[in-house]
């Protein structure tokens, strides 16, 4: 891998850039760039153009109403929780299918991308119904004392569905490429298996286990529609952010829905910068290890 | 000679087994946490859904979905993917074709924007087409002539057919792009050059020589492409108006029920797109399958 990118680089920088063999070059770029202009960032620039519309204390005074800041704790804290349950999970997961056979594994990994391709209306209502008071898992949980519908714990759980194909496809390939000889050496070195597992594997997994930490967590962030059914949305409790926006739009509220909205765009943003940084570190990481 | 060679036994033998593998009981442990967890969050809802839709019998069921506004509501899903899916995927190779074949500034620049439509959350990706198209919109007070042209010709955008194929072209934007560009640029350039090179006009290079090599990884695209637009829910809410019969895509239709209380309808609905995400599950791993396969045979090659 790391042989072929050099001798790639190396043909660049020897053809003439001028010359190009391949036609098209103006045309796709060109299509690309506007399709991009016209569906993408003209639109998203009309929410920074609306915000202007607010004066700066106005604008404050959005951001912090005290059921937004409620919703932001709750948005962050319950995608967070949701990320790390899915890191230990998640790698769990994809332990097993990289290292272990059993009976209908080739189903099951399949099966991890569902909350992928299951659309989020339809884990939202299932979710929801199955942790009510009379559904299947919540008629066990009452008993407990333990309530999911209309709670944040129920929020937790539907980002925990959403989250979970995050880790387990960053890890999984890793995982795969991992090279055995490296904990054959820790183990003719002396260390049992639980020290190779602590100091040798993990280690090489960390970049692939933060990268879907951030992945997870950045789609849990802009979550709607798999958790607005089983939260309740009730004001100051079970109220994520995404909520608070469609409030405000359904009251015509352009502004106030705006202002929110460039709070999460502008963390996004961040999020989609972080990942970006963890990728390429965790590329290099890669090829210095197999180098 | 001395017996001391035929008496030797490879000391490793027992650690070399650790070193590949927990002990059975520790393996049995692990596969038991992870089936228990993937029972509990993904086979149960699964089969929950399903159940819950056949909870009054097949006439319900039926009866559900032959209602018009079911019906139309699954029309108006299948218009919106029938538009989105083929633009994002002309779009898409376009976009592999320039970053993947030729060297230009701001590349990376480029590949970060199109994966922008993924960290926006969907009900921002609705209310971005609000603010441009919407009631006092960018649109109205910039361009206020091309606004009432749409006005006087009663083309509405928000609230109407054309705003939910925005927002589900917007929200299926990089699917495509995004399996084909790092194809396109592992497989490089040099099949296309040589192709030019032996007198194969542009368009012969292209549906002769590209089209067979990134076939798969555009299948799978299209593929994970057509669920997203055909399940996207946050968006399309924002921009729909949820007119009943009218606006309502499937997903906006069994909120709506939902929302009426009729939960076996609502699951009933709910049926026909998690059938839709099973038939996209087993097409990606069937498009994996032959993927692997083809790669196999060519490194046999």
């Known amino acids: ?291 | 000679m001395t017996p001391v060679a035929t008496t030797f036994h490879p000391p490793r033998q027992i650690a070399h087994r650790h070193t590949t593998s927990e002990p059975p009981a520790v393996r049995r442990l692990l596969i038991g946490v992870a089936l228990g967890f993937l029972s509990l969050f993904l086979f149960l809802p699964l089969v929950f859904v399903f159940t819950q839709a056949f909870a009054k019998g097949i006439g319900f069921y039926l009866e559900t979905l032959r209602d018009p506004n079911a019906w139309n509501a699954i029309k108006l899903t299948f218009f919106a993917a029938a538009i989105a899916v083929p633009l994002n995927c002309v779009f898409g190779v376009c976009a592999a074709w320039a970053i993947a074949k030729f060297d230009f500034r701001g590349k990376n620049v480029l590949l970060t924007l199109i994966d922008l439509p993924f960290s926006v959350s969907p009900v921002i990706a609705g209310l971005i087409y609000v603010l441009v198209f919407g009631a006092q919109g960018w649109l109205g007070l910039k361009f206020p002539q091309i606004a009432d042209w749409l006005t006087v010709h009663n083309f509405n955008i928000i609230f109407a057919v054309p705003g939910i194929v925005l927002a589900t072209i917007f929200v299926t934007f990089p699917f495509v792009a995004r399996e084909l560009i790092p194809l396109m640029q592992a497989q490089g350039r040099s099949e296309e050059e040589a192709a030019r090179v032996l007198g194969a006009s542009g368009w012969q290079t292209f549906w002769r020589v590209t089209v067979p090599n990134i076939k798969w990884g555009l299948i799978y695209g299209v593929i994970l492409c057509n669920a997203r637009a055909m399940g996207e829910f946050g968006a399309v809410s924002v921009v729909s108006g949820k007119i009943r019969g009218q606006t309502n895509t499937i997903p906006l239709h069994i909120e709506a029920l939902y929302d009426d209380y009729n939960f076996t309808g609502a699951f009933a609905v709910a049926s026909l797109l998690a059938f839709l995400a099973l038939v996209t599950l087993g097409l990606k791993t069937w498009v994996e399958y032959n993927n692997a396969a083809r790669n196999e045979i060519e490194i046999t090659k």
């Open chain 1, 1 to 291: 891998m790391f042989l072929l990118l050099g001798i790639n680089v190396a043909n660049d920088s020897v053809r003439p850039k001028k010359i190009r063999v391949l036609p098209g070059f103006k045309l796709t770029l060109g299509f690309t760039l506007f399709y991009l202009g016209l569906i993408v960032l003209i639109p998203l620039a009309a929410v920074f153009w609306k915000t202007t519309t607010l004066t700066w204390p106005q604008f404050w005074h959005t951001v912090t109403m005290p059921t937004a800041m409620a919703s932001y704790r709750l948005t962050f804290g319950a995608s967070f929780c949701a990320a790390l349950v899915n890191v230990v999970f998640g790698l769990v997961v994809a332990w097993v299918l990289v290292r272990y056979e059993f009976f209908g594994k080739k189903i099951v990994d399949a099966l991890v991308d569902l909350p992928f391709a299951l659309p989020t209306a339809v884990a939202g209502i299932t979710l929801a119904a199955l942790y009510s008071d009379h559904g299947w898992v919540g008629q066990l949980l009452s008993p407990l004392g333990v309530k999911a519908a209309n709670t944040q714990l129920g929020i937790f759980i539907a980002l925990t569905f959403i989250g979970l194909p995050f880790i387990v496809r960053t890890v999984q390939p890793i995982l795969e490429d991992l090279d055995p000889e490296l904990e054959e050496a820790a183990s003719s070195l002396g260390a049992n298996r639980w020290q190779i597992f602590w100091r040798v594997t993990l280690p090489l997994l960390t970049p692939a286990l933060l990268t879907g930490f951030a992945l997870a967590f950045a789609r849990a962030l802009g979550e709607y529609g798999s958790v607005i059914f089983i939260a309740g949305n009730i004001p100051m409790k079970t109220q994520i952010t995404p909520v608070i926006i469609m409030q405000e739009l359904d009251m015509f509220d352009y502004a106030k829905a705006t202002a929110i909205a460039v709070v999460m765009l502008v963390v996004s943003f961040v999020l989609l910068l972080a990942i970006n940084v963890l990728q390429w570190w965790a590329n290099r990481h890669n090829t210095t290890n197999l180098a």
